[in-house]
């Protein structure tokens, strides 16, 4: 999502006015005797929270944050926005100061094995059956819940319905249907898929590896996931997407901006879920949604899932006001979880209980697109996914896909590195 210009930050000083009497006892000639009724006892002044997010590129994020914690009656909430590279401000604060208390983030396994990070499973407890368990495996280390997810955002196969049509193509549930449908549907100066302008290699890396049944580790994230002959045979299938003239290049904008499925430059385009409301203004109910393909009948279809979660900086100074403040708007403040996560641009609450309550996710593709989420999610790579295995296995899918490349070797070659990261840090 594209960031937006700092518009300051809300700030909320939350101290008691103190009445002062007229004509106290100031020692000046005519002053009236001091009171002798006892002062009525003032209210201990509020702990002040510092509060930082990303910078959302919809309009009325902002505004909506603060007008959250500017609700909140037990603590004094100064929301921060933060254009740039958020994610390595956050690093380093994390690593320097007590300031944020509270942010944003996914969770990695270094910050809680360097205690920067605040458990939460005392107060998320209760509803964590209401998240989908990719949702919250992305908050999750060890069996200890670190964020609160906040909103999902995912990923879907858009189709136009009548391109298919007119070239006898029925939605592709394969990964060999998907190439098969891209074949047949470029013609007359329009390609048949569209996954980005390098080809794929970006975004559908995670979604191959899923078609086999397979993931990037193991369900208790002590070994390999993808240490199998059929995760190389699903990244071949890129390659075969690359060479045979099907998929579009070199597009005016990439994968995440829907322009080149919305202008007729591809009949199926991989974006995101953000743009199903530019598409539906644009095509009408010409299009359709689907999850990324399985490979075959043993293999599963999906779509990757992200969100982030609410955290607490483990060197804050209010980390109890801090729980309580997220206990409040993330647990117990349903009304604003619903709104955060669907009426600034389109996105699927978090929690599947909202899901239920929100209607432009009722009807249509965007029905479709929130079932998905709740039945074919996949985390994309995960806490224990580090970034040293993400590197090699994203270069071995790029040399597969673009060079031509042994998909065995490439991949056994991000299997090695994978491995040593698990030995690193688990021993």
Not at 26 to 47: D, V
Not at 119 to 130: E, H, M, S, W, Y
Not at 238 to 257: E, K
Request: aromatic share 8%; charged share 20%.
């Amino acid at each position: 999502m594209q960031q937006r210009t700092r518009r300051g930050f809300l700030s909320l000083a939350g101290l008691a006015a103190v009445a002062t009497a007229c004509g106290t006892n100031t020692g000046r000639q005519g002053s009236p005797p001091p009171s002798t009724a006892s002062s009525a006892p003032t209210a201990p002044p509020k702990p002040t929270l510092q509060q930082w997010y990303h910078a959302y590129g919809e309009d009325g994020v902002q505004d909506a944050v603060k007008r959250y914690a500017a609700a909140y009656p037990k603590a004094a909430v100064n929301v921060q926005w933060n254009p740039g590279d958020y994610d390595s401000k956050i690093v380093t604060a994390l690593q320097n100061s007590a300031v944020p208390d509270i942010f944003e983030a996914q969770v990695k396994i270094d910050w809680v094995r360097q205690h920067q990070v605040v458990a939460l499973d005392d107060i998320v407890g209760p509803i964590t059956a209401d998240f989908s368990p990719a949702v919250l495996a992305a908050q999750t280390v060890e069996g200890k819940v670190y964020g609160i997810p906040q909103a999902t955002d995912t990923q879907v196969l858009f189709y136009r319905k009548s391109m298919l049509q007119a070239a006898g193509v029925n939605p592709p549930q394969t990964v060999d249907e998907l190439i098969d449908a891209a074949q047949k549907l470029t013609k007359d100066g329009v390609k048949g898929f569209f996954a980005g302008n390098d080809g794929g290699v970006g975004v559908l890396a995670g979604p191959l590896l899923w078609s086999t049944g397979l993931d990037y580790l193991s369900k208790d994230n002590k070994s390999v996931g993808f240490d199998d002959p059929r995760a190389a045979a699903a990244f071949a299938k890129l390659r075969v997407l690359n060479t045979n003239n099907s998929l579009l290049l070199g597009a005016p904008s990439d994968w995440s901006d829907p322009a080149a499925f919305i202008d007729g430059l591809a009949a199926m385009q991989w974006t995101g879920l953000w743009n199903i409301p530019k598409i539906q203004a644009a095509l009408k109910d010409d299009f359709g949604v689907l999850p990324f393909p399985k490979l075959d009948a043993s293999g599963t279809p999906s779509v990757p899932v992200g969100a982030y979660g609410a955290m607490i900086n483990a060197k804050s100074a209010n980390v109890t006001a801090a729980k309580d403040y997220l206990k409040w708007l993330w647990v117990d403040k349903t009304d604003y979880q619903l709104e955060f996560a669907t009426k600034f641009g389109f996105h699927v609450p978090a929690r599947q209980s909202l899901v239920d309550k929100a209607e432009n996710l009722k009807l249509g593709p965007a029905a479709d697109a929130a079932r998905y989420v709740k039945e074919n999610s996949h985390l994309v790579g995960g806490p224990v996914w580090t970034a040293q295995s993400n590197t090699a296995l994203s270069d071995a899918v790029a040399k597969i896909a673009k060079e031509g490349a042994d998909p065995a070797t490439e991949t056994r070659k991000a299997v090695d590195v994978a491995k040593a990261e698990l030995k690193r840090l688990f021993g």
